[in-house]
């Protein structure tokens, strides 16, 4: 069992609101550096910023720092604009655009030719109708400030919904407007997600994602399901405390235990203090400690 690290943090002088979790955790998304922050406990807290450093520790050994950090940025509204980190001296930006609603528009990344984005739209029930990619050029030298320049459209994926018995029908349309995959969302008479399958339309490739929840409603359990010439099963299994604050994720691939991740809060904020991953079998764990945070007036 991965040990729990206890990481002191002084936030004198403001107030948080723990009628919320930080991270919101509805999708039951596995992560051990990316997690999704919950929008209203950001807005309500105030916080500007988060800067987490990496550290590592090997099987008998100490733990040892590195200079690669990971800072994330929000806006007043409480949403994730920008996250940046660095590896090695090169550093990796990822920036968010949003709509009114709070759906995702558009989320731009670097990758070693420059940088390429992803642009989103939606119907009126907030469901994913296009996904377009493009390649964009940056008038500014400095990746963290990114001027957008030109910026060319390389491919779009459009999507459709049909209301079925089953469930809902989502279909996906690939450049030249053809039907390539299907999906269809399974929910129980709480409206709770159990079960969503997809398969594709040119072989017989199909997948299967199966959630179970807990007594409170709070996701269990997520197995995912890939059936080709040998069938791969992933599971990941979830920890809370009495919060419904995520605190581990379990993560098994063909029922071996592959990965434990840990997060770790501040015992008196309730603020993130860390993300910790071990490898099960090197017992090598990963460390995000957080510890800086900057907050808006």
């Known amino acids: 069992m991965l040990v729990r690290i206890v990481l002191a943090c002084c936030f004198a002088g403001f107030f948080f609101n723990l009628q919320g979790q930080m991270i919101d955790h509805s999708t039951g998304e596995l992560f051990a550096e990316d997690p999704t922050f919950n929008v209203d406990f950001i807005r309500q807290n105030k916080i500007k910023s988060i800067k987490g450093n990496y550290a590592t520790k090997a099987d008998l050994d100490k733990i040892r720092t590195n200079r690669n950090v990971y800072v ?55 469901r994913i109708l296009s996904k377009e990619y493009r390649r964009d050029l940056n008038k500014s030298y400095n990746k963290t400030t990114f001027e957008l320049g030109q910026s060319f459209i390389i491919s779009k ?56 929840y807990n007594s409170s409603g709070l996701l269990k359990e997520k ?3 890939s059936y080709l010439t040998n069938n791969n099963t992933t599971k990941i299994k979830y920890e809370y405390d009495q919060y419904e604050n995520i ?38 764990i990963t460390i995000l400690k957080f510890s800086e945070y900057s907050y808006y007036d």
């Open 157 to 212: 994926q459009t999507f459709g919904y049909k209301e079925t018995k089953e469930g809902t029908k989502k279909l996906y349309y690939n450049t030249s407007g053809r039907i390539y995959k299907t999906e269809l969302f399974y929910k129980d008479e709480n409206g709770y997600l159990i079960k969503q399958e997809a398969r594709s339309m040119m072989g017989s490739g199909t997948d299967k994602v199966e959630y179970i």
């Open 223 to 225: 197995k995912t399901t």
């Open 247 to 284: 605190l581990a994720q379990h993560y098994y691939r063909n029922k071996v235990y592959k990965t434990e991740y840990q997060i770790v809060y501040d015992s008196e904020t309730f603020l993130l203090s860390a993300l910790l991953s071990r490898d099960i079998e090197t017992n090598i």
């Open 72 to 126: 994330y940025e929000f806006s007043q509204k409480g949403q994730l604009t920008k996250d940046y980190k660095t590896i090695i001296g090169d550093t990796i930006v990822r920036m968010y655009e949003y709509d009114d609603k709070g759906n995702l528009l558009l989320i731009r990344k670097t990758d070693r030719h420059g940088f390429h984005s992803y642009h989103y739209s939606y119907d009126s029930l907030d």
